[in-house]
T-cell receptor, first 115, second 116 residues
Framework: AQKITQTQPGMFVQEKEAVTLDCTYD???????LFWYKQPSSGEMIFLIY??????QNATEGRYSLNFQKARKSANLVISASQLGDSAMYFC????????????FGSGTRLSIRP | DTAVSQTPKYLVTQMGNDKSIKCEQN?????MYWYKQDSKKFLKIMFS???????INETVPNRFSPKSPDKAHLNLHINSLELGDSAVYFC???????????????FGPGTRLTVL
C-alpha cells in the first residue's frame, strides 16, 4: 500500500531563513510522481512543485526546491529566504503511474514565519 | 481567467437536505476530481472522472453522486445530508496521466459545507 508521511505537524521559522519540510513516502511502484501543495489560511490549494520518480535532477521552482532522495524515499520541500506570506499548511502528495490518477496526501505541516 | 471554479463557496444547510456543488474548469483537462478535507485538514479523494467516465470511486456513501455532463464540468450531489458531511470539498482537474507529463492536479477554491 502506498503512504505519505509528514512528521512535522507544525514549524516556526524566522523570516528570511531557509526551511525544510519533511516528507517520506512508501510505494512499491517504480513509476510515481511527487507533489507539494500550499494551503494558506484563505483555504485554496496551490500547486508548488512536482518531481517524477525517473527525473535525474531535483525539481526547482523559484524559491522552492524538492530534495529528492529516492533510495531513502524522501521528498523534502526546501523554501529559501522565507517570507511572511509563506505561512500556510503544506501538503506532500504522491501518485503512482498505475493508479489511474489517484493522489494520496500527507497529513500536512503548518509553517509559521516569524517577522 | 479562473482555471477551476466551484460554486457555492459556502453552503450551510440542515440535516436531511439535498444539496449540489458545481465545478467547472477551463484548462482543457480531461480528468476531474472531488476531494473531501475534514476538520483535521486531511485530504481524501472521493471520485475521479476522465472525459465524463468514472475512473475512481473511493469508499464513499452512495448519498454522494457525481455527475459529469461534459469534460469541463463535474458536479457533486449529496442526498440526505448528515452532520459528518461537514467539510471542505475541493474540485480539481488534470490532464489524463497517460504515462507522460506531470499530470499535476489544479484545485478549485473549495466549498465549505456546514450541516446543522
Amino acid at each position: 500500500a502506498q503512504k505519505i508521511t509528514q512528521t512535522q505537524p507544525g514549524m516556526f521559522v524566522q523570516e528570511k531563513e531557509a526551511v525544510t519540510l519533511d516528507c517520506t513516502y512508501d510505494t512499491s511502484d517504480p513509476s510515481y510522481g511527487l507533489f507539494w501543495y500550499k494551503q494558506p489560511s484563505s483555504g485554496e490549494m496551490i500547486f508548488l512543485i512536482y518531481q517524477g520518480s525517473y527525473d535525474q535532477q531535483n525539481a526547482t521552482e523559484g524559491r522552492y526546491s524538492l530534495n529528492f532522495q529516492k533510495a531513502r524515499k524522501s521528498a523534502n520541500l526546501v523554501i529559501s529566504a522565507s517570507q511572511l506570506g509563506d505561512s500556510a499548511m503544506y501538503f506532500c502528495a504522491m501518485r503512482r503511474r498505475s493508479s489511474a490518477s489517484k493522489i494520496i496526501f500527507g497529513s500536512g505541516t503548518r509553517l509559521s514565519i516569524r517577522p | 481567467d479562473t482555471a477551476v471554479s466551484q460554486t457555492p463557496k459556502y453552503l450551510v444547510t440542515q440535516m436531511g437536505n439535498d444539496k449540489s456543488i458545481k465545478c467547472e474548469q477551463n484548462l482543457g483537462h480531461d480528468t476531474m476530481y472531488w476531494y473531501k478535507q475534514d476538520s483535521k485538514k486531511f485530504l481524501k479523494i472521493m471520485f475521479s472522472y476522465n472525459n465524463k467516465e468514472l475512473i475512481i470511486n473511493e469508499t464513499v456513501p452512495n448519498r454522494f453522486s457525481p455527475k459529469s455532463p461534459d469534460k469541463a464540468h463535474l458536479n457533486l450531489h449529496i442526498n440526505s445530508l448528515e452532520l459528518g458531511d461537514s467539510a471542505v470539498y475541493f474540485c480539481a482537474s488534470s490532464p489524463y496521466p497517460s504515462g507522460g507529463g506531470t499530470d499535476t492536479q489544479y484545485f478549485g477554491p473549495g466549498t465549505r459545507l456546514t450541516v446543522l
